[in-house]
């Protein structure tokens, strides 16, 4: 039972020395800086989307500053604080709590719903909207926080259509469904199912995999047996790739559906020819048909490259923000939060409008497929 | 039936990616009792390297054999994950190889760690496709499809581990191998460069590795800088399933995790009525690890030594 | 120094002074965040503490340790959440969730009692992940986790009806609740490195000490080792347990995805770094690996500051600095930080004749 004592004091003043030295800075240049913050996992396996929803937010914060902001008379110019939360809950809430300590006035993030739900929480406590690009879990909206909104349909939207959409305009009478067990996949999953089955299509087998598996020859087998009509996916474009490519060596025939996660450009580097006919979702509408669509593409493109999965929302989430700002005519959150649920906005991934809970209202959804290895937009579903 | 002998199948291809990197864990700990985590790095790394070579030659040559450009990215691949191999085994684990225990462990795992993030620098965070340059041929065998790269990765693995097998049993330098896994103080005696021969293991497990990552990668379609993590955990679970720090018990371990996985996924479900499904995939395979060890402490094929520390 | 060294009771009241108005000094210098942060330190010392019992002090490899943790959350969440509409205090709870997962350190610890070394290490791994994937599956048929989707609206710790959210007012200072979180991990922190060092003075902590060092030959003397071992298991999983409990109350939100193998092997290097079986190195390596990778991130500040932009995005350097510290800490310092006097000893008296009588040891026990 000794402690040495005097090392340890000597080692709690290191550590003060630390804390002070990485102490935080300040800025002003005359023009009033206001900070939003923007938060997704720019380190692990996510990283790549992570990075793509942050320049989304970056390319709106960009060229908001670059048109020029001006609220209660005053310039005022915008500072994106871009914060990693490693897809990891705990990291969440650190960044959260940072971001509010550093007086963000609102936050885009974060990209998933498994950090998105903790984070609420602080963003809550603290009165800083939060407005997560792609935070799909019914629960994120449903906790009941005032400050919790975003602008993607949530699963059950999704699910909704794209089970009603296999059924009957797919003609899917025996449909397997696939999920990697992450809080995305698996709520859409589960969604999907119930769609099916209330459109009158059979689940003929369920099977499961995990965000970070390559190997799905096992599960596709297993599918084979019960011979399905369709396949839905859900879950992300690094397996949905390698899936498309086994489906077909294993002679696995039948159609394969997913859902945003899947309806990129990855999935169609990935799974190379094997990508043909393949069907998937997207949340709202096609860059093409709205105003702006295609300069933002450019403007990206431009940029940044290829658009991964969700910049476009992002960049949605901080024009939701900015605009709500304007109305306002005030940085201070409690008044863009006042002014938030009268959203009615006309973004790059369609009229953006918020129902009571914080969810997309009426949200659109389009079906892709891929023609010549390229996704073509089949139809919208209102 | 047809499904059965698929899902043998299934199995037998990814046990033999499994036993293939299963050989460089079981190589480096029979004669260090180590623990070489940033193993599955090195077969990451090994993608990686090939890809990129891949990607320059088709740049310059687009209309090059398909299968002339793997082969030439494998060859850059090989050497550079054999330098790897080697400067890891001299900064990382040579210094402390008379620490603690656990003190090569958190190198192995810091050494993980930094692989993982300058391939990620250098690559990016992106998953690369693989080339669609190797011709795609399918075989039905007993109502089971296989593709010729299934084929060639079960011959490929089979050959590289008789060659392996013959290397540890039959040359000068495996019996150096042998003598330092037994006694490295004796070996020394024995007018074995011990230092040598370590090098010498890292070096070819490491070139091991580089043949499994770009298998792996054109197998699955792509390549990424997480890749490494989970497959090298696979392939330790394999090695030790067989019995660590024996060739015959990776290659044994490989397949039979390969298996145990496919037939788990496959059949789990149907088993259990539905109230398991392939899910439990994991779980199964290291409940059978875990039954395996529990009755064989050392592995299916591991020496049966009471007091192996 | 010297000061210190010669006035330990005054020393020891600083030390108090200090720990008492940290929260309010940090706050007050970096914000609430870095508060935050020190009360998941707390977490972490009270775990790296308990798998230091068993790592340190018994020498059982064991990479399954977030099983634990995640078993202590679970717990809480199940008797104090809507999701089976319990509301229970969180001084029945805390109690129950560390015998709930002592009692899974009983069931990990009997099938491993006669694997050594990397085998161990295998078996104990794959039980947190099995650990982990049943949490992330048992949503159906029965829901009894939510499955990957996680369990919220968590109740925070309340005495009576004094609950731990919001901000509290005493005596017209403004008190958050994560301050409040941090007197009361520090409760539990300092608690907990009491029962370690009693422990490791006590008859239990000599036996797995002697276990550690020789099994053959502590059985020789007469020591018990299976029970010895499972008791290890049991009390290492009893510190895991409450500290999950206690993380599930403060995030009010938890999920699979938080107990994943990597935080197994997080834990494990802390004791690792800071010195293993060394209580003040432990939680030395706690300190560390818990604060560094979030001081990381203001290495973007920092080129700012000195270069005028930021070169290297902070994100992508942080992992890699990190994995370079580890590294370049074990060349340098292979027993840890702040290793044990006995240990530092070991490793350094007469350098090469200890080594080389270390490795020839080394070989007989094969």
């Not at chain 2, 090939?50 to 398909?66: C, K, Q, R, S, W």
């Amino acid at each position: 039972m000794r402690i040495k004592i005097p090392n340890l004091y000597f080692f709690m003043l290191v550590l003060l020395a630390v804390l002070t030295a990485c102490s935080k800075k300040d800025s002003d240049d005359g023009i009033t800086v206001v900070r939003i913050g923007s938060v997704s996992p720019l380190t692990g396996a996510q990283t790549h989307i992570g990075k793509d929803n942050e320049n989304g937010a970056r390319l709106a914060v960009d060229e908001i500053n670059a048109q020029g902001l001006t609220l209660g008379g005053k310039p005022v110019q915008l500072e994106l604080l871009s914060e990693d939360d490693a897809a990891d809950p705990k990291t969440a809430t650190l960044v959260a709590q940072k971001l509010v300590d550093n007086s963000v006035v609102a936050v885009v993030g974060h990209l998933n719903s498994g950090t998105s739900i903790p984070a609420s929480k602080i963003y809550s406590d603290n009165g800083v909207p939060q407005v997560s690009p792609s935070a799909t879990a019914v629960k994120y909206t449903a906790q009941g926080y005032k400050t919790a909104f975003r602008v993607m349909a949530n699963d059950a939207q999704q699910g909704a259509v794209l089970g009603q959409y296999a059924v009957t305009k797919l003609n899917a009478k025996r449909v397997a469904l696939i999920d990697d067990r992450s809080a995305y996949g698996q709520g859409l999953a589960d969604e999907v199912e119930k769609a099916v089955i209330a459109a009158g299509g059979q689940i003929v087998d369920r099977q499961y995999t995990s965000d970070k598996a390559t190997d799905f020859a096992a599960i596709l087998t297993a599918i084979k047996g019960k011979s399905p009509d369709l396949v839905f996916y859900g879950g992300m474009d690094p397996q949905a790739g390698p899936m498309a490519r086994q489906m077909k060596s294993l002679g696995l025939n039948a159609q394969l559906l997913g859902a945003d996660g899947m309806q990129n450009i990855n999935f169609l580097k990935l799974a190379g020819i094997d990508a043909e006919n393949a069907i998937a979702s997207s949340p709202g509408l096609t860059l093409d048909v709205m105003p702006g669509g295609i300069t933002f593409k450019q403007n990206f493109n431009a940029r940044y490259g290829d658009i991964e999965v969700y910049a476009p929302y992002a960049y949605d989430a901080v024009q939701v923000i900015v605009a709500a700002m304007k109305r306002a005519d005030s940085f201070e959150p409690a008044k863009i939060l006042a002014e938030l649920p009268k959203t009615d906005y006309a973004g790059v991934t369609g009229q953006i409008k918020f129902d009571a809970k914080g969810d997309i209202l009426n949200g659109a959804v389009t079906l892709y497929q891929v023609k010549n290895g390229a996704w073509v937009a089949l139809e919208t579903i209102k | 039936m047809d499904i059965f002998t698929q899902q043998i199948i299934n199995g037998l291809v990814l046990g033999s990616i499994y036993a293939l990197v299963a050989l460089g864990y079981t190589m480096v700990y029979g004669i260090l009792e180590l623990i070489n985590f940033a193993h599955g790095e090195v077969t990451m790394m090994g993608a990686m390297v090939a890809l990129a070579v891949m990607g320059a030659i088709l740049g310059v040559a687009p209309n090059m054999p398909g299968i002339l450009v793997v082969v030439s990215g494998a060859l850059l691949a090989i050497p550079a994950c054999m330098l790897l191999g080697f400067a890891i085994e001299r900064v990382a684990y040579r210094p402390l190889r008379h620490a603690p225990r656990l003190a090569p462990l958190i190198t192995a795992i810091g050494v993980s760690i930094i692989l993982q993030n300058v391939a990620m620098l250098v690559w990016g965070r992106q998953y690369i496709p693989f080339p669609e340059i190797l011709p795609k041929s399918t075989f039905t065998v007993f109502g089971a499809h296989i593709t010729g790269l299934q084929i060639f990765i079960i011959v490929l693995s089979a050959l590289v581990m008789s060659g392996l097998w013959w290397l540890v049993q039959r040359t000068r330098l495996g019996r150096a191998m042998r003598a330092c896994a037994q006694s490295r103080e004796v070996a020394s005696l024995m007018g074995v460069n011990v230092n040598k021969v370590i090098s010498l293991t890292f070096v070819i497990g490491s070139a091991l590795a580089a043949i499994a990552g770009l298998m792996v990668s054109a197998y699955y379609g792509l390549a990424h800088y997480y890749m490494g993590f989970m497959l090298g955990l696979k392939a330790f679970s394999a090695a030790v399933l067989g019995g660590i720090g024996n060739i015959a018990g990776a290659m044994l371990g490989g397949l039979l995790l390969g298996v145990i996985e496919a037939l788990g996924a496959g059949y789990i479900g149907d088993i259990t009525g539905g109230f398991l499904g392939s899910h439990y995939q994991d779980v199964f395979a290291f409940f059978v690890l875990i039954a395996v060890l529990v009755f064989r402490p050392s592995g299916l094929l591991g020496e049966r030594v009471a007091t192996r520390a | 120094m010297l000061f210190f060294r010669e006035r330990p009771r005054i020393s020891l009241l600083l030390l108090a002074i200090l720990l008492a108005v940290l929260p309010f000094l940090t706050s007050g210098l970096l914000g609430n965040s870095w508060v935050r942060l020190l009360d998941f330190v707390l977490l972490y010392i009270l775990l790296a503490i308990g798998l230091n019992l068993v790592v340190g002090y018994a020498g059982l490899l064991d990479l399954g340790y977030i099983a634990f943790y995640a078993l202590g959350a679970y717990f809480y969440a199940w008797l104090a959440s809507p999701h089976f509409g319990l509301h229970l205090p969180f001084w029945i709870i805390l109690p129950l969730g560390t015998l709930f997962a002592a009692a899974f350190g009983f069931i990990l610890g009997a099938p491993t009692l006669r694997l050594r070394g990397d085998y161990l290490a295998i078996v104990t791994l794959g039980f947190g992940e099995i650990i982990r994937i049943f949490m992330n599956n048992l949503n159906a048929p029965v829901n009894l986790t939510n499955g990957p989707q996680g369990m919220d609206l968590i109740d925070p710790i309340s005495f009576g009806g004094f609950a731990f959210s919001g901000t509290h007012t005493f005596l017209d200072i403004k008190v958050p609740a994560i301050h409040l979180y941090y007197y009361l991990f520090l409760a539990f922190t300092l608690l907990a490195i009491l029962v370690a060092y009693r422990l490791q003075d006590s008859r239990i902590g000599r036996a797995w000490a002697a276990i550690r060092e020789d099994e053959v030959a502590a059985a020789a003397t007469g020591i018990n080792t299976r029970n010895i071992k499972l008791l290890a298991f049991a009390m290492g999983a009893t510190f895991g347990g409450l500290a999950g409990g206690l993380f599930a109350s403060f995030q009010g939100f938890i999920s699979p995805e938080s107990f994943n193998l990597f935080e197994s092997i997080m834990i494990l290097c802390m004791i690792v770094l800071g010195g293993m079986g060394h209580i003040p190195g432990v939680i030395l390596g706690a300190v560390l690996l818990t604060i560094l990778p979030e001081a990381l991130r203001y290495i973007g500040d920092l080129q700012r500051a000195w270069l005028g932009e930021v070169i290297v995005d902070p994100s992508d350097l942080r992992m890699l600095l990190f994995g370079i510290a580890l590294v370049l800490m074990m060349l340098f310092r292979p027993a840890g930080l702040w290793p044990s006097r006995q240990r530092k000893r070991e490793l350094t008296a007469e350098g090469e004749i200890a080594a080389h009588e270390q490795e020839s040891l080394h070989d007989a026990q094969r």
